[in-house]
T-cell receptor, first 117, second 115 residues
Framework: GAVVSQHPSRVICKSGTSVKIECRSLDFQATTMFWYRQFPKQSLMLMATSNEGSKATYEQGVEKDKFLINHASLTLSTLTVTSAHPEDSSFYIC?????????????FGPGTRLTVT | GNSVTQMEGPVTLSEEAFLTINCTYTATGYPSLFWYVQYPGEGLQLLLKATKADDKGSNKGFEATYRKETTSFHLEKGSVQVSDSAVYFCALSDRVTGGGNKLTFGTGTQLKVEL
């Protein structure tokens, strides 16, 4: 089946630094990738939707200059948290959808736990 | 706006017990409803779906019925197994708002099944 990987699975960084999270579709081409984050005991919240080769569409309230998304190829999207602060500590999850697939068929990565100290 | 509410966990059951995880939703249009499952260390996987009222989604012994009158989509299984231990997420996608591929999730319910 369709597999999505994320790297790293866990990362700890100091306040003020930037951290990059990679999301890869391993065995399919993903025209659209989604980035979510989940705070403890809360829902997964969609942050942004990105299509290969174009700018990401951010959800209301998500700072696009802080959460930089690059979808340079059909198998890779990256999320960079710039000038991270402790309140950015969260679980970040990406998903990808297949070209021509049903809109609800998103394949999810296992998530990245970010801790900002 | 759209929202999904599901029961808090963890839910702990003995093997072969009956499972119900409640899910209710609020949506402005005509949503499709989903249950996703996340096994330890893995990404979310689509478990089942229902796209219109009174539809019943089913998979791997799990089922859920789209109840428009009660805005609910409760997940049930008649006899759980240890291998069903996972986190279950209820979600909706609202076609009317144009968010066809934007999923709104509940908080997730952790299920632990013991021997």
């Amino acid at each position: 089946g369709a597999v999505v990987s994320q790297h790293p699975s866990r990362v700890i960084c100091k306040s003020g630094t930037s951290v990059k999270i990679e999301c890869r579709s391993l065995d399919f081409q993903a025209t659209t990738m989604f980035w979510y984050r989940q705070f403890p005991k809360q829902s997964l919240m969609l942050m942004a939707t990105s299509n290969e080769g174009s700018k990401a569409t951010y959800e209301q309230g998500v700072e696009k200059d802080k959460f930089l998304i690059n979808h340079a190829s059909l198998t890779l999207s990256t999320l960079t948290v710039t000038s991270a602060h402790p309140e950015d500590s969260s679980f970040y999850i990406c998903s990808a959808s297949l070209l021509g697939g049903a809109y609800y068929e998103q394949y999810f990565g296992p998530g990245t736990r970010l801790t900002v100290t | 706006g759209n929202s999904v509410t599901q029961m808090e966990g963890p839910v702990t059951l003995s093997e072969e017990a009956f499972l119900t995880i409640n899910c209710t939703y609020t949506a402005t249009g005509y949503p499709s409803l989903f249950w996703y499952v996340q096994y330890p260390g893995e990404g979310l996987q689509l478990l089942l779906k229902a796209t219109k009222a009174d539809d019943k989604g089913s998979n791997k012994g799990f089922e859920a019925t789209y109840r428009k009158e009660t805005t609910s989509f409760h997940l049930e299984k008649g006899s759980v197994q240890v291998s069903d231990s996972a986190v279950y997420f209820c979600a909706l996608s609202d076609r009317v708002t144009g968010g066809g591929n934007k999923l709104t999730f509940g908080t997730g319910t952790q299920l632990k099944v013991e021997l």
